[in-house]
């Protein structure tokens, strides 16, 4: 069965960087698009980017534009994602996903979540 | 940049009633439209895409329509479970570029 399995929670400082990764199996990685999406407390969801693990090419929403970096190991399923320059408005929990079809990009499985803590 | 507005922001409805939820968007965005469903606690979850294409096994309850600007989701009969913040999410073409709408809080009374 579908399965994306993300690393464990984070505590950052202020003007660091974090790097979460999402580990896939059950299926073919190479296949399918992977999101990252997050949510702050309260808030509501905030699509990040997005990443083709056939290349390597990604695309990021304007927001996160040269903060964020999205890359994928194929030899081990998985894809990361690196927040550079941390505030405190990046506490949020982190969602890892991966495209419903191979022929729609749309987000239809979902990780557990990662939370991240910015904290000075 | 493409704005998704939802409406109404909460939606207060008993158990068998009928929900309409509505999503605009700025711009067309074709009928590359998805609808989810969170609850607290949960990863989010997908209905539909496509604008009306139900996603592997939802409930036929929830149906999706429209194209261009204007898109609805429709619960033809709520249940408890149904409880939840309903979001609606757009695309683009390639490059892919994707943004979320700001979320319809649905209560069931």
């Known amino acids: 069965q579908v399965q994306l399995v993300q690393s464990g929670a984070e505590v950052k400082k202020p003007g660091t960087a974090v790097e979460l990764s999402c580990t896939a199996s059950g299926f073919r990685f190479t296949s399918y698009y992977y999101h990252w999406v997050r949510q702050a407390p309260g808030q509501g969801l905030e699509w990040m980017g997005i990443i083709n693990p056939s290349g390597g090419a990604t695309t990021y929403a304007q927001t996160f534009q040269g903060r964020v970096t999205m890359t994928r190991d194929t030899s081990t399923s998985t894809v990361y994602m690196q927040l550079s320059s941390l505030t405190f408005d990046d506490t949020a929990l982190y969602y890892c996903?991966?495209?419903?079809?191979?022929?729609?990009?749309?987000?239809?499985?979902w990780g557990q979540g990662t939370l991240v803590t910015v904290s000075s | 940049e493409i704005v998704l507005t939802q409406s109404p922001a909460t939606l207060s409805l008993s158990p068998g009633q009928r929900a309409t939820l509505s999503c605009r968007a700025s711009?067309?965005?074709?009928?590359?439209l998805a609808w989810y469903q969170h609850k607290p606690g949960q990863a989010p979850r997908l209905l539909i895409y496509g604008a009306s294409n139900r996603a592997t096994g939802i409930p036929a309850r929830f149906s999706g329509s429209g194209s261009g600007t204007d898109f609805t989701l429709t619960i033809s009969s709520l249940e408890p479970e149904d409880s939840a913040v309903y979001y609606c999410q757009q695309r683009s073409n390639w490059p892919y570029i994707f943004t979320f709408g700001p979320g319809t809080k649905v209560d069931i009374k």
């Open positions: 711009q067309s965005v074709s009928s590359f």
């Open positions: 996903a991966r495209a419903a079809l191979e022929w729609d990009p749309t987000a239809g499985y």
